[in-house]
């Protein structure tokens, strides 16, 4: 089985930082893309930067010049690291990575259970 684990959301004034973090683990052949995609309460889901394994990035447009996300390939591991946080970046924030599980099964999408982030204005 495949685990996606995230850490790091919580409170913070606007104009703070935060970082997230999440590890992949569990039966992995190979990761292709990781990513972080926010929903906000009434919002839809949507992609907020994405990370491919040559290191390849995409931002959603909001979010371009203060947010960053790198990944570990060794660890399996990505993080979004956040500054100049703003009210609107409240939502849950959800870690997905497209990975394929062994040799013999293909690329799929998996994600973890989430983790809120608060701004405060």
């Known amino acids: 089985q495949v685990q996606l684990v995230e850490s790091g959301g919580g409170l913070v004034q606007a104009g703070g930082s935060l970082r997230l973090s999440c590890a992949a683990s569990?039966?992995?052949?190979?990761?292709?893309?990781m990513g972080w995609y926010r929903q906000a309460p009434g919002k839809q889901r949507e992609l907020v930067a994405a990370i491919t394994s040559g290191g390849s990035t995409n931002y959603a447009d909001s979010v371009k010049g203060r947010f960053t996300i790198s990944r570990d390939n060794a660890k399996n591991t990505v993080y979004l690291q956040m500054n100049s946080l703003k009210p609107e970046d409240t939502a849950v924030y959800y870690c997905n990575a497209n990975l394929r599980p062994s040799t013999t099964m293909r690329l799929g999408d998996y994600w973890g259970q989430g983790t809120q982030v608060t701004v405060s204005s």
């Open positions: 569990g039966s992995i052949f190979s990761i292709s893309a």
